[in-house]
């Protein structure tokens, strides 16, 4: 027992120092000029595990992907919380294939389940809510039949209030188990495009700041998390002032949470997503004291212009500010299934989309970083 336990703790000690580039990591020049080379995908399904456990060997781990940001969300056999158990979800078993087959070639798994925002799309509840109705920011914003956007009750994705009493006694288990079945030494909680929070109809949430609000809530994440020595991820959207910079509400914040960047601990690390620019938003976090690596999606242009961007960001910095700008990844938002399908059929000029494509973009993001070597 104490000896799985020690070789447990060793490979997070191992996986700590690639973050932080120390150690052996610290002797690649790939690894000095973007510590972290990330890919970020929804699981895969079962049927489709072979073949997402192929992609990793036959694509990302040639084009030195260190990061996979897995998001399993709530599609997994919980054991700890049975009644949010998805029997169609990744088992223990199937994540640890997974991370087996990482394991091989130096690639960290960090697996993502979204708090506090997304918890709805578009005219369905997701698992929590559904089972767990008593948690909803909004209980009286109703789905609509048919969802448009925009809409009169301003329904993107509905949250769930950070301060009932029980949320974190139903979360935290399900994070902790995701996390133990993937060994994982980090975790990603979302926490974007959260336009529902400290809402008027809310006995709990009603007249507080807002920024208070999300910061309390990424501290609350962190700090259990910081119990077992794992890192919280979270994306950065919420933690820029979409008016000021003219982002906008989506890549920003419209609802008064921007203050939160220098209310959170500064051990966190900020996914900074922008899928139309290379926007310089990583300097500003990097400033803030904050980790920070850059996220592009669809657009190939953008995605080469963020490795880049990086390398020269980290390379006319200070070294307290380069220790700050770890890196790049690129996120998919179809399903494993579908990429997978888009990257078999990428040649396809009816399938590429004159290259504005997930498949287009990963390629290029990857071709620029192969460029530093």
Same mark, same amino acid.
């Given at each position: ?83 949010? =158990?998805?029997? +169609?979800? @990744?088992?223990?078993?199937?994540? %640890? ?5 990482? !394991?091989?070639?130096?690639? *960290? ?110 501290? =609350?994440?962190? +700090?259990? @998390?910081?119990?077992?020595?794992? %890192? ?5 959207? !919420?933690?820029?002032?979409? *008016? ?128 530093? !070597?």
């Amino acid at each position: 027992m104490r000896s799985a336990w020690l070789a447990g703790w060793w490979r997070r000690v191992l996986w700590m120092a690639v973050l932080s580039g120390v150690g052996w990591a610290a002797e690649s020049p790939l690894n000095e000029k973007l510590p972290v080379r990330g890919f970020c995908i929804a699981a895969p399904s079962g049927n489709r595990l072979d073949e997402f456990l192929g992609f990793i060997e036959k694509e990302l781990a040639p084009r030195s992907v260190n990061t996979l940001i897995l998001r399993v969300d709530y599609g997994f056999q919980f054991v700890s919380r049975p009644e949010m =158990a998805d029997p +169609d979800g @990744l088992s223990r078993a199937q994540a %640890q294939q997974i991370t087996a087959a990482c !394991r091989r070639h130096g690639i *960290r798994i960090i697996p993502l389940v979204n708090l506090l925002g997304h918890q709805s799309w578009q005219s369905r509840c997701g698992t929590l809510l559904r089972v767990h109705p008593e948690f909803d920011e909004t209980p009286l914003v109703q789905f609509p039949e048919k969802y448009a956007w925009p809409n009169p009750e301003g329904l993107y994705c509905k949250s769930y209030c950070p301060r009932h009493p029980q949320v974190h006694g139903v979360v935290f288990p399900l994070v902790d188990e995701v996390c133990d079945a993937f060994e994982s030494d980090a975790f990603h909680a979302g926490l974007d495009e959260v336009f529902y929070l400290g809402e008027a109809q809310c006995p709990r949430c009603r007249g507080r700041n807002k920024a208070e609000l999300f910061a309390d809530e990424v501290r =609350a994440i962190r +700090d259990h @998390l910081h119990s077992s020595r794992r %890192q919280l991820w979270l994306w950065g959207d !919420r933690l820029l002032d979409g *008016r000021l910079t003219g982002l906008g509400e989506w890549e920003a914040s419209f609802n008064e949470t921007a203050a939160a960047v220098d209310l959170i601990p500064k051990d966190v690390v900020i996914c900074d997503w922008h899928y139309e620019r290379a926007d310089p938003t990583p300097v500003y976090f990097a400033m803030k004291g904050l980790d920070v690596v850059s996220c592009s999606w669809r657009t190939p242009d953008v995605a080469a212009a963020q490795v880049r961007d990086m390398v020269r960001f980290r390379e006319t910095s200070t070294p307290q500010m380069r220790a700050h700008l770890k890196g790049v990844a690129q996120t998919i938002w179809s399903g494993a299934g579908g990429f997978l399908q888009q990257f078999q059929n990428r040649t396809n000029t009816n399938v590429t989309g004159a290259g504005r494509t997930e498949s287009a973009c990963f390629v290029r993001m990857f071709e620029a970083v192969a460029e530093l !070597r």
